[in-house]
């Protein structure tokens, strides 16, 4: 079975150009999430979807960070514009409904982003 | 508010042998789910072990296990007869149940297997 799919594996740019991160998550998955990594921070929760219904975006840190799921099999992270502290990598999760509760999270292999 | 913190930034363990990560938590839920996820140099984040809180068995997963102490919100992990393999971040996490399926990350702790 395909795992979550993300792309592009990594993304070099300029500052204030516009990044769009892509994931496709495993079939049948009602929970998408994004996260971004750091060494000063660890793992940080952005947003998460329901049925691709934004859940909870309260980890999204500026207006310049935005996120989409137009179907169930498809979502978009988007910066604009970026700065060389989003320089970072982003990983795309998704979970199975349940019982919900504690599925487990299948992780793509993250986009390394690079802003210069 | 949920935390996770693991208290060790990096461990060494020789290869063969057994090492413990550690991990605390702190939830007001009642119920709730603990994982742990290791990250090799490749960058995956792929899971080793779930435990379940209202479960006293302690979950196993080959040669990974945990000792799960609820009342001391403790939840560690062992890996015996390490293998080089091993070597990767491992990062503790804990999900509560109540209509959030949210995940909530320890910093990590760099495992080094040495031959």
């Known amino acids: 079975d395909a795992g979550v799919i993300q792309s592009p594996r990594h993304e070099v740019t300029e500052m204030g150009q516009e990044v769009t991160l892509r994931c496709k998550p495993i079939?049948?998955?009602?929970?998408l999430f994004w996260y971004r990594q750091t060494m000063m921070r660890g793992l940080e929760l952005l947003i998460y979807?329901?049925?691709?219904?934004?859940?909870?975006d309260s980890g999204m840190p500026e207006d310049r960070f935005s996120a989409k799921m137009p179907n169930a099999s498809f979502s978009t992270l988007k910066i604009q514009p970026s700065e060389p502290r989003d320089s970072a990598v982003y990983f795309c999760?998704?979970?199975?409904?349940?019982?919900?509760?504690?599925?487990?999270?299948?992780f793509g292999d993250g986009t390394r982003l690079s802003i210069l | 508010a949920q935390t996770v913190t693991q208290s060790q930034p990096e461990m060494s363990v020789q290869e063969a042998e057994t090492v413990t990560l550690s991990c605390t938590y702190d939830t007001s839920e009642s119920n709730y789910y603990l994982f742990w996820y290791k990250q090799p140099p490749s960058r995956q984040m792929i899971l080793v072990i779930r435990?379940?809180?209202?479960?006293?068995q302690n979950a196993t997963e080959n040669r990974f296990s945990v000792n799960f102490q609820k009342a001391a919100k403790s939840f560690s992990l062992k890996i015996s007869d390490s293998q080089l393999g091993d070597t990767a971040m491992y990062f503790c996490a804990s999900e509560t149940q109540g209509g959030s399926e949210k995940l909530v990350f320890g910093k990590g702790t760099k495992l080094t297997v040495n031959p």
């Open positions: 979807f329901n049925n691709n219904v934004p859940i909870d």
């Open positions: 999760a998704s979970s199975p409904s349940v019982g919900v509760v504690g599925q487990p999270q299948h």
């Open positions: 435990q379940e809180a209202y479960k006293q």
């Open positions: 079939s049948g998955h009602d929970y």
